[in-house]
């Protein structure tokens, strides 16, 4: 049985225009997770997810690194139930 949990993360520093929405994305997807990732008008970039608790350990860690360019200073996550209503994971604007 596997274990489904849903996080929020929102991603701090300088991480807007630096492709992070598809870094995360992509990698997202490559996990087998569903949700999405946006920017936030703060420069801040919002990333909900949901699958396996491993996989989304797997996702966080990612983001904590960031793409090339990017500079993470500070990541909030929100643990909460696995919902299953995202069918995919999308980039969202």
Do not use: C
Request: hydrophobic fraction near 40%.
């Amino acid at each position: 049985m596997t274990d489904l949990a849903a996080v929020k993360v929102l991603v701090y520093g300088h991480v807007q225009g630096v492709f992070f929405r598809a870094f995360a994305s992509q990698y997202a997807r490559g996990l087998g997770l569903t949700g999405y990732v946006h920017n936030l008008p703060d420069g801040s970039v919002d990333v909900r997810a949901e699958g396996e608790k491993e996989q989304l350990d797997k996702l966080i860690e990612h983001l904590r690194a960031g793409p090339p360019g990017a500079r993470v200073e500070k990541l909030v996550t929100g643990w909460s139930e696995y919902s299953g209503s995202y069918t995919g994971f999308q980039v969202t604007h």
